[in-house]
Structures are given as structure tokens and as C-alpha cells.
């Protein structure tokens, strides 16, 4: 089943307030038994809703570096590579790419990592211009409508009702809301497949 009901919500709601609650505290706050809930929470995980469990870390705590927010505009089409290079770097926290060539980074460094990063990575032909700014606060607020959570058919957008169907496509699941969207999406991926065989 692909559409997620009130109790899904409240679940996932419970898990953004404090993810290491039990299965069995999540389950009498919504009626549900703990194999129930665990039930629920891996099939969220298989829909790709739930991508894992993480550690939200107060870098300023750790004095690990001064939090700083980089803006970079890049020459179209770079930007791709640019987000490959900037998450394999420790010190940063989220990167955030937009359809515009811009990135956005917020990290946490100290001037040594500043610098190695403007001269390793920002020092390039592809980048048109960067700014580099330190963060006086940030504040992240994790939070989920219920409107939100309707997941949508990768072929035509709709939300969809029911079990909908899936299809798996180099180890990737895919959603979509009917047999006429599965039939869709597989010619069009055949065709982009044949053509990337042939180029």
C-alpha cells in the first residue's frame, strides 16, 4: 500500500520529536503495537519516505570551527560536479542545489579549511563567483504537514490512491499511480536506456 494514512502521520511526527524512542512508546501514543509500528516504519523506509535515522550534532558546541554559509554561482552545468566535490567534505553540514547554477553550503570551519577550500575547490574555471559568510544563529526545524505526505506518481505527478504500483529500476524503487504510468515510464526509460547504449 503506497498512501499513507493519519496514523503513518502521527508516526512520523513522534519519530521527528525523538527518533530513538521505542516501538513500543510510539505505539501507545497511536493505538498500535510495537511489531505494528516496526511494521509501518519499514514500509515508510521502503517507499522511501523514512531515508534513515541521523545525529543532529551542535558543531558550536564542539569548537570544531565558526559556522559559515557559502554561496556559489557556478557556470551552468557545474553544478552537479560542484555538489559531488563539496559533500565529501567533512566539515560540511548540508548543501543545497538549486535549478539555477547555485549552490548553497552550510558548514563549520576554521580559517585553515576555509582556505584549503577556496583554493582546492572554489579556485576553479567553473565558478563564477562565491561569497562566504559567517552564521551568527541557525535554527533547523524539521516538521511535516499532512498535506506534505502524499506520494506522488514519478510519471505524471498525481498522488497516489491505494496500493498504486512499483517498479524497480537499477536497484531504485519507483511509485507510480497506475498501469498506464508504469507502461509510461518503462518505454521511456527503455528509450533513454538504448540511447545511452548507443551514444
Not at 4 to 33: C, H, P
Not at 107 to 131: C, G, H, K, P, W
Not at 169 to 183: H, Q
Request: glycine share 6%; net charge negative.
Amino acid at each position: 500500500m503506497a498512501e499513507l494514512d493519519d496514523t503513518d502521520v502521527r508516526i512520523l511526527r513522534l519519530l521527528l520529536d525523538d527518533a530513538r524512542q521505542s516501538y513500543t512508546d510510539i505505539g501507545e501514543k497511536v493505538g498500535l503495537s510495537a511489531p505494528t509500528v516496526s511494521n509501518r516504519v519499514s514500509r515508510l523506509e521502503e517507499l522511501g519516505i523514512i531515508q534513515g535515522f541521523t545525529l543532529n550534532i551542535d558543531r558550536s558546541m564542539l569548537r570544531v570551527g565558526d559556522a559559515v554559509l557559502i554561496e556559489i554561482r557556478t557556470e551552468p552545468g557545474e553544478t552537479d560536479a560542484l555538489v559531488a566535490s563539496l559533500t565529501g567534505i567533512d566539515a560540511v553540514e548540508y548543501v543545497v542545489q538549486s535549478f539555477e547554477p547555485q549552490v548553497t553550503v552550510h558548514a563549520f570551519m576554521n580559517d585553515r579549511e576555509l582556505e584549503e577550500l577556496v583554493t582546492e575547490t572554489l579556485n576553479q574555471e567553473s565558478i563564477e563567483r562565491y561569497e562566504i559568510r559567517k552564521v551568527s544563529h541557525s535554527v533547523w526545524n524539521p516538521g511535516i504537514d499532512h498535506a506534505d505526505l502524499a506520494i506522488e506518481c514519478v510519471q505524471c505527478g498525481k498522488s497516489i490512491r491505494g496500493d498504486g504500483v512499483s517498479v524497480t529500476v537499477e536497484k531504485r524503487r519507483y511509485y507510480l499511480c497506475c498501469t498506464s504510468c508504469e507502461s509510461a515510464f518503462k518505454e521511456e526509460y527503455e528509450t533513454l536506456q538504448t540511447a545511452a547504449n548507443d551514444g
